[in-house]
């Protein structure tokens, strides 16, 4: 997966706690990602990122649901309040540039809420 | 509103053969496409991508073909090998507005001994 890093790759809650997904994206590439799959479907997009900046935000919840791409450290997503229907595989993908550039994605972290 | 479409949940090929897998788009302002090929419990993993100005890319055993005209594209997997049974995904963007890729739903390909 091009050395995009993602932890944890489980993370249990139960509902009402919080979540925080980290990504790591391949060295060298400042455009960040992140993507929700709900079981039997394809990935949906949720929030482009780029250092300190939250470019495009449009497939993203717009409550309970925040993201962060730090001048320093990985790319957070932060989920809070959990409900169950939040469960899903959450994918991290970074690519160098933009526009018609691969995107390449990381292992994900699995989400389940109790 | 589905923008891209993989109408195929599932398909079975015989080891040797050609695999063909399809993908229809309705956003005419998508011009860059991609397959990503998925493992249970794994990310997505880019096999191949075509710009919107060729109508063909090739790369090893695989193959992408796009018909602007139809909003269609193509997977070709020849020869299809057992390690190619996966989840393949479509994908779309566009340059213009927002860099996010659009997924298909998926088709589960399995390559038979």
């Known amino acids: 997966n091009a050395g995009v890093m993602q932890n944890p790759r489980h993370l249990v809650r139960r509902r009402g706690q919080e979540a925080r997904l980290r990504c790591s994206p391949v060295k060298g590439h400042s455009h960040v990602y992140w993507y929700r799959q709900l079981p039997e479907e394809g990935l949906k997009f949720m929030v482009y990122?780029?250092?300190?900046?939250?470019?495009?935000e449009s497939g993203m919840p717009k409550e309970r649901f925040s993201a962060e791409f730090p001048k320093e450290g990985p790319s957070i997503l932060r989920i809070q309040q959990v409900v169950r229907g939040d469960s899903a595989a959450y994918f991290c993908?970074?690519?160098?540039?933009?526009?018609?550039?691969?995107?390449?994605f990381g292992p994900g972290t699995r989400l389940l809420v109790l | 509103d589905q923008q891209v479409k993989q109408n195929s949940p599932s398909l079975s090929v015989q080891e040797g053969r050609i695999s063909i897998l399809n993908c229809d788009y309705t956003n005419s302002m998508f011009d860059y496409f991609l397959w990503y090929k998925k493992y249970p419990a794994e990310g997505p993993t880019f096999l191949i991508s075509i710009s919107s100005i060729k109508d063909k890319n090739e790369d090893g055993r695989f193959t992408v073909f796009l018909n602007k005209s139809a909003k269609h594209l193509s997977l070709h997997i020849v020869p299809s090998q057992p390690g190619d049974s996966a989840v393949y995904f479509c994908a779309a963007s566009a340059s213009q507005g927002a860099q996010k890729l659009v997924f298909g739903q998926g088709t589960r390909l399995t390559i038979n001994p």
């Open positions: 990122l780029q250092k300190e900046n939250i470019i495009d």
């Open positions: 993908a970074s690519s160098p540039l933009p526009a018609q550039e691969t995107q390449y």
